[in-house]
């Protein structure tokens, strides 16, 4: 299969330029002005569109057991939204609970993708508990090339790791050349917190938010980073949501911590009052760490623009009307999470690019071509480069539109975004050199994803 791609402006983290693609197989084969068609090659005409490299979502949610229930998706179902949205990779983290076998969940995890994916996927590597078999497993899976780890100092009991296996487990990251991302809440405070207020009879989802303040996550930024220096491991903050939590990990860079910071779309765009809503309507918006005062959002683009912070990515976590309500009358038992795989460039375009807020190449850098590097993925993906996979999202500025459920390929029946004008989407995107969507509409192979086997960090090879 043959495809070029012309007269597009190429837009990457660092250049920006008009030219002609040539698709080979999957890969780019070359790039340059006035290239001519060889025989049977697909032409798309890009005039007037901007070419991005595939965006990667390094931290989304598929199958997740979480409250007692599980996330509604699929990876049919998301992979063919992350598509739509321009997303060509995402990274899943494989969430066994405190007892279960590592391997058990990685066949259980990788066997639920492998074949049913439209797009590239990786896994980041849970760690819970710290038994005999942990460390073996570990390395196992990082030989087989899922080179980062994930770890909950949130969720006492269910994903959240001690701090003794904390420290093993960033001991081995370190020896490996793994990363370890990490989800920094205090989970002492949370359950405290929650208590407290549950005994006062503040139940409804307005709760959420106060029962683990920006303080909470703070502690837990300074927590994990502390335990970073110790150990010399890099680490990798998950949904950075707050001023407090952004200055405690600015803080430990500045000492010399190994550290990424990675926040997720909502927090830049939705505040916590969306959460304050009555009933069912705030608990569409309960995640964790919870939308935050709307005061924190323009800390948090300025820290994005600035490159501080790293990466944006979704903590796509779908949950439906009907799982919200599991929490009614106990703000405690509402499942956490808000959809967002499919919306997360188009709201990222619209909010930072298209309205002034961020910079195109930070954008593209930080929603794709950063998180390739932080995660053994580059140059392979987040670039656009000969040799490089032909994921490309040829992306239509002058499209208009809003973000609706109705329209949504997510498997949920709300969004947290409802309404949102968007200023661009994606009218063409291919996955390794294949057509995959267009125009809002899934067009591809729906079994064309690979699990991706990843270098450690800071190699290429
Ligand atoms: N936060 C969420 O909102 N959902 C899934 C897990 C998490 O940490
Ligand atoms: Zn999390
Ligand atoms: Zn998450
Ligand atoms: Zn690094």
Redesign the pocket.
């Known amino acids: 299969m043959t495809l070029l791609i012309k007269n597009g402006e190429i837009v990457t983290a660092d250049r920006r330029y008009t030219a002609d693609i040539l698709v080979e197989g999957e890969t780019i084969a070359q790039i340059g002005e006035h290239l001519s068609a060889p025989d049977g090659a697909e032409v798309i005409d890009a005039s007037g569109k901007l070419v991005f490299p595939g965006f990667i979502d390094p931290h989304v949610?598929v199958h997740?057991p979480?409250m007692g229930t599980f996330a509604k998706d699929t990876h049919t179902t998301a992979s063919q939204a992350a598509v739509i949205g321009g997303t060509t990779t995402y990274i899943e983290m494989l969430a066994p609970g405190g007892s279960e076998d590592l391997m058990d969940a990685w066949h259980l995890w990788s066997g639920m993708a492998e074949g049913h994916s439209a797009c590239d996927y990786t896994f980041h590597i849970g760690v819970t508990a710290w038994n005999d078999a942990t460390e073996g497993y570990l390395r196992e899976l990082v030989a087989g090339g899922m080179t980062s780890f994930k770890v909950f100092l949130?969720y006492k009991g269910a994903f959240g790791i001690e701090d003794a296996a904390l420290f093993r487990t960033l001991t081995l990251a370190k020896e490996l050349g793994v990363v370890v991302t990490a989800?920094c809440e205090n989970a002492e405070l949370v359950s405290q917190l929650q208590a407290k207020l549950l005994a006062e009879g503040k139940t409804g989802p307005e709760w959420h938010e106060p029962s683990r303040p920006e303080q909470v996550e703070a502690d837990g930024t300074a927590h994990f980073a502390t335990f970073l220096e110790m150990t010399g491991a890099e680490g990798y903050v998950v949904h950075l949501s707050n001023a407090r939590a952004l200055k405690a990990a600015l803080d430990a860079k500045a000492r010399g911590v190994n550290l990424h910071i990675e926040s997720v779309i909502p927090h830049f765009l939705l505040d916590k009052t969306y959460a304050e809503r009555p009933g069912v309507e705030g608990a569409k918006h309960v995640?964790?760490p919870p939308l935050r005062d709307k005061s924190n959002q323009k800390a948090l683009w300025t820290a994005l623009e600035r490159g501080e912070i790293d990466t944006v990515a979704t903590?796509h976590?779908p949950f439906d009307v009907a799982q919200k309500h599991m929490g009614d009358g106990d703000f405690t038992k509402i499942p956490?999470?808000i959809p967002a795989i499919e919306d997360r460039v188009n709201l990222l375009y619209t909010y930072g690019v298209s309205r002034g807020n961020l910079d195109v190449h930070r954008f593209v850098d930080a929603a794709s071509t950063r998180t390739a590097k932080i995660f053994g993925l580059y140059p392979k993906k987040g670039e656009i480069a000969v040799g490089s996979d032909a994921d490309l999202v040829i992306y239509d500025p002058a499209y208009r539109g809003k973000i609706s459920a109705e329209t949504c390929h997510v498997n949920n029946d709300y969004s947290g975004f409802e309404g949102m004008d968007i200023d661009g989407r994606p009218s063409v995107v291919t996955v390794r050199g294949q057509v995959a969507a267009r125009d809002g509409e899934f067009v591809g192979d729906p079994s064309r994803g690979h699990l991706l086997r990843r270098h450690p960090h800071g190699s290429t090879a």
């Open positions: 949610h997740l979480f949130a989800h995640m964790s903590d976590c956490n999470g």
